[in-house]
């Protein structure tokens, strides 16, 4: 792995960016630092939404094993970040996965990588603020319902997307306060909850409680695995911003590594300090105890330091949803700018005064609201919303690793400022092999007694998005439209 002493070529690669990392034409400014670019993927990840939101779910189906999870996707992931650092540092342009498509393979490849990314990152902003929303309800005092639950989505949805209009700096500003705030939650509740009410060693961590019946554990450890697959995503966030970053392509693939080692010891620290301090695992196993997070807060820190813990935990929330929003208004920004979508005059308008793109995050905020409201008639919805967020990020992924594997078959030799040298082929084959593989566990059908259409809901709605995206691409031929640099990563012999 090696990181290169010259800039990055936009002539070498055939990238459209300049010799400092700028892309020509772009409206963005180069307002956001590397702290905050950091900062950002580290919100976006957010090791306190993901642990706080499934710990529930994954003690229940896998017992404390589940803790292992987080190893499991964190390795994944990580051969994932070094794969997009690489391609990312020769293309700093908005918008992620669908540039990095774009020059890897080309038009059409590019159009449905963003399709999809975009539905899975509308969807995440739903999941992430339906998961605050029993929060916001104990921390105000009234008890959580499925209704309040929506409402208080909506109200943090809107609250999030106020602040990514102020602009980038607002956005650095928020994201460097989420930053502090998962710290808190991660590291001091943690700490306190191991110094006073502690009430397992670690040897739990291999002790299923049963959680597997009378067959093997694998598929009951596989099942609880969806918190590690929902934890390790979100250092994409960092080049998705890259137009407002100086020097990106040292930045940014920086910025992805560090928040996949720092985020995930995050999380996995915040997930062993609440696992040993639940005191009653079979309670959650059979179900009788489905908020042992919020139990076992009010047990430790009594009712007011609870709800200052949870104060603290809402932030989390809330700067997740802010990271999240602005990675979506820069996907479907960059989307317009292309021509590459309906609406594209209107989506592409930039908010000068405050370099934002405001009908771009107008977008990204209406869409998650009207899915908060559509999962009143779904039963278990934080599950199955949260599934099919997961499915859709890792999808999108593994489009834009495919096809630097294409590409690098091909004879794409990566030109940015950071290149994996010899490694890029076994590590770029490695994150592919990974995420099929966790693909194919995330659709897994786990419930056989359940309706067939409930049984396979994800895999069903991921098809759905798919085919009315290849229905409109075809259609409309927008995909074609734009004449920005496309393939151009291979040689021009070998496209």
């Given at each position: 792995m090696?990181?290169?002493?010259?800039?990055?070529?936009?002539?070498?690669?055939?990238?459209?960016?300049?010799?400092?990392?700028?892309?020509?034409?772009?409206?963005?400014?180069?307002?956001?630092?590397?702290?905050?670019?950091?900062?950002?993927?580290?919100?976006?990840?957010?090791?306190?939404?993901?642990?706080?939101?499934?710990?529930?779910?994954?003690?229940?189906?896998?017992?404390?094993?589940?803790?292992?999870?987080?190893?499991?996707?964190?390795?994944?992931?990580?051969?994932?970040?070094?794969?997009?650092?690489?391609?990312?540092?020769?293309?700093?342009?908005?918008?992620?996965?669908?540039?990095?498509?774009?020059?890897?393979?080309?038009?059409?490849?590019?159009?449905?990588?963003?399709?999809?990314?975009?539905?899975?990152?509308?969807?995440?902003?739903?999941?992430?603020?339906?998961?605050?929303?029993?929060?916001?309800?104990?921390?105000i005092?009234?008890?959580?319902?499925?209704?309040?639950?929506?409402?208080?989505?909506?109200?943090?949805?809107?609250?999030?997307?106020l602040?990514?209009?102020?602009?980038?700096?607002?956005?650095?500003?928020?994201?460097?306060?989420?930053?502090?705030?998962?710290?808190?939650?991660?590291?001091?509740?943690?700490?306190?909850?191991?110094?006073?009410?502690?009430?397992h060693?670690l040897?739990?961590?291999?002790?299923?409680?049963?959680?597997?019946?009378?067959?093997?554990?694998?598929?009951?450890?596989?099942?609880?695995?969806?918190?590690?697959?929902?934890?390790?995503?979100?250092?994409?966030?960092?080049?998705?911003?890259?137009?407002?970053?100086?020097?990106?392509?040292?930045?940014?693939?920086?910025?992805?590594?560090?928040?996949?080692?720092?985020?995930?010891?995050?999380?996995?620290?915040?997930?062993?300090?609440?696992?040993?301090?639940?005191?009653?695992?079979?309670?959650?196993?059979?179900?009788?105890?489905?908020?042992?997070?919020?139990?076992?807060?009010?047990?430790?820190?009594?009712?007011?330091g609870?709800?200052?813990?949870?104060a603290?935990?809402?932030?989390?929330?809330?700067?997740?949803?802010?990271?999240?929003?602005?990675?979506?208004?820069?996907?479907?920004?960059?989307?317009?700018?292309?021509?590459?979508?309906?609406?594209?005059?209107?989506?592409?308008?930039?908010?000068?005064?405050?370099?934002?793109?405001?009908?771009?995050?107008?977008?990204?905020?209406?869409?998650?609201?009207?899915?908060?409201?559509?999962?009143?008639?779904?039963?278990?919805?934080?599950?199955?919303?949260v599934?099919?967020?997961?499915?859709?990020?890792?999808a999108?992924?593994?489009?834009v690793?495919?096809?630097?594997?294409?590409?690098?078959?091909?004879?794409?030799?990566?030109?940015?400022?950071?290149?994996?040298?010899?490694?890029?082929?076994?590590?770029?084959?490695?994150?592919?092999?990974?995420?099929?593989?966790?693909?194919?566990?995330?659709?897994?059908?786990r419930?056989?007694?359940?309706?067939?259409?409930d049984?396979?809901?994800?895999?069903?709605?991921?098809?759905?998005?798919?085919?009315?995206?290849?229905?409109?691409?075809?259609?409309?031929?927008?995909?074609?439209?734009?004449?920005?640099?496309?393939?151009?990563?291979?040689?021009?012999?070998?496209?």
């Open positions: 090696t990181t290169a002493n010259t800039p990055a070529d936009g002539a070498a690669g055939g990238g459209s960016e300049s010799g400092d990392g700028s892309v020509p034409g772009s409206e963005f400014r180069k307002d956001m630092g590397p702290w905050a670019n950091f900062a950002l993927g580290f919100t976006y990840l957010s090791p306190v939404v993901s642990t706080y939101t499934l710990f529930a779910t994954a003690l229940g189906e896998g017992g404390p094993p589940m803790v292992w999870a987080f190893v499991l996707a964190g390795c994944g992931q990580f051969l994932v970040a070094l794969v997009f650092g690489e391609v990312v540092a020769q293309f700093p342009i908005a918008g992620g996965v669908y540039p990095w498509a774009r020059h890897l393979w080309g038009k059409r490849w590019a159009w449905m990588t963003g399709w999809i990314y975009m539905w899975a990152l509308l969807v995440t902003i739903t999941s992430v603020a339906y998961g605050a929303g029993p929060y916001i309800a104990l921390l005092g009234f008890t959580p319902t499925v209704h309040t639950t929506v409402l208080c989505t909506v109200v943090l949805i809107i609250v999030a997307v602040i990514n209009y102020a602009g980038t700096k607002w956005l650095s500003a928020a994201a460097v306060i989420g930053f502090g705030a998962e710290l808190i939650g991660a590291l001091i509740v943690g700490i306190y909850l191991l110094a006073t009410h502690r009430a060693n040897g739990v961590i291999f002790d299923t409680y049963g959680t597997e019946g009378d067959g093997s554990y694998l598929p009951v450890f596989l099942a609880a695995a969806i918190i590690g697959f929902y934890q390790y995503y979100g250092f994409e966030a960092c080049g998705d911003t890259a137009e407002e970053v100086e020097h990106p392509g040292r930045v940014i693939p920086k910025a992805m590594r560090r928040t996949i080692y720092v985020g995930g010891a995050a999380a996995t620290f915040t997930c062993l300090s609440l696992l040993l301090s639940v005191t009653d695992y079979r309670a959650v196993v059979s179900g009788k105890d489905t908020d042992p997070v919020v139990h076992l807060l009010y047990d430790a820190l009594g009712e007011v609870a709800r200052l813990v949870m603290v935990v809402l932030i989390s929330f809330l700067s997740c949803t802010i990271s999240l929003q602005a990675a979506a208004g820069r996907l479907i920004y960059s989307y317009a700018r292309d021509q590459m979508i309906v609406g594209h005059r209107l989506l592409r308008k930039f908010a000068h005064a405050r370099a934002v793109p405001g009908w771009a995050l107008f977008v990204s905020a209406v869409i998650p609201a009207i899915i908060a409201f559509g999962s009143l008639v779904s039963e278990d919805a934080l599950t199955k919303i599934s099919f967020a997961i499915l859709g990020i890792y999108s992924f593994q489009m690793v495919l096809a630097a594997l294409r590409a690098r078959l091909k004879g794409w030799k990566p030109s940015g400022e950071y290149r994996l040298g010899r490694w890029g082929l076994l590590v770029n084959a490695g994150a592919l092999a990974y995420g099929i593989f966790a693909i194919i566990n995330i659709c897994w059908a419930t056989p007694e359940a309706a067939w259409y049984n396979y809901i994800v895999l069903l709605c991921g098809g759905v998005v798919v085919l009315v995206g290849v229905i409109y691409m075809f259609t409309t031929h927008h995909y074609g439209r734009s004449d920005a640099p496309c393939g151009d990563a291979i040689p021009e012999s070998r496209r």
